[in-house]
């Protein structure tokens, strides 16, 4: 079946500006994860979705990082005003349930703030 | 403290040999354990879980928990130069480690 699915592929935009990037989950997998990757970094956890509950937040580093999952299936990540330091991938990965089963990984987003 | 903790790389093996990644955790509730691969430029890819205490065979890969000692490791039998990547470990939800380098040297 389709896996999770990630667009842009690659964005490169001007610092200052807004960006958002989008997640199209696997189908049926309720639990949705944000991470950020630097280059030669290990993944770094941004927020988390689990049905209708409310997300953790927890791992956002700044109140311009925001997030939004419509209708329990696709998520939008947003950042305003970007920075440099902003620069990485971002990598949407769902599961079946949260907690304790496997995340599956979109082939996320290069983000360039030039 | 990290709640999970992957011992420092990179790790280089030749071709053929056993190649030995190991991953502690702090949380004793932890009951379920993956293991990632990430080739250069590329995302996470599951490979292995275990939720028990044990090994846990797949082909060359064997996943080994050890809940006494709250460790837990992957061992690559027969290790191929296509085996080189990144190997994230992951506790339950959110915990990822940062990532074992290895690298099979033909």
């Known amino acids: 079946g389709a896996g999770v699915s990630q667009s842009p592929s690659n964005k490169v935009t001007e610092k200052g500006k807004d960006v958002e990037l989008r997640c199209d989950p696997i189908s049926g997998h309720t639990a949705l994860y944000w991470y950020r990757q630097s280059l030669g970094q290990g993944l770094e956890f941004l927020i988390y979705?689990?049905?209708?509950?409310?997300?953790?937040k927890s791992g956002l580093p700044s109140d311009r990082f925001s997030a939004e999952r419509t209708g329990g299936s696709v998520s939008t990540l947003t950042i305003q005003r970007t920075q440099q330091e902003d620069s990485a991938v971002y990598l949407c990965?769902?599961?079946?349930?949260?907690?304790?089963?496997?995340?599956?990984f979109g082939p996320g987003t290069r983000l360039t703030v030039t | 403290q990290k709640e999970v903790e992957q011992n420092s790389g990179p790790l280089s093996v030749p071709e053929g040999a056993i190649a030995s990644l190991n991953c502690t955790y702090s949380d004793r509730g932890s009951q379920s354990f993956f293991w990632y691969r990430q080739y250069s430029g590329k995302s996470p890819e599951l490979i292995m879980f275990i939720y028990s205490n044990g090994d846990k065979e797949d082909g060359r890969f064997t996943a080994q928990l050890n809940k006494a000692s709250q460790y837990v490791s992957l061992l690559i039998r027969d290790s191929q130069p296509s085996d080189s990547a990144t190997y994230l470990c992951a506790g339950p939800g959110l915990t990822f480690g940062s990532g074992t380098q290895l690298t099979v040297l033909p």
């Open positions: 990965a769902s599961s079946l349930e949260g907690g304790t089963y496997e995340q599956y």
């Open positions: 979705f689990q049905g209708n509950s409310a997300p953790d």
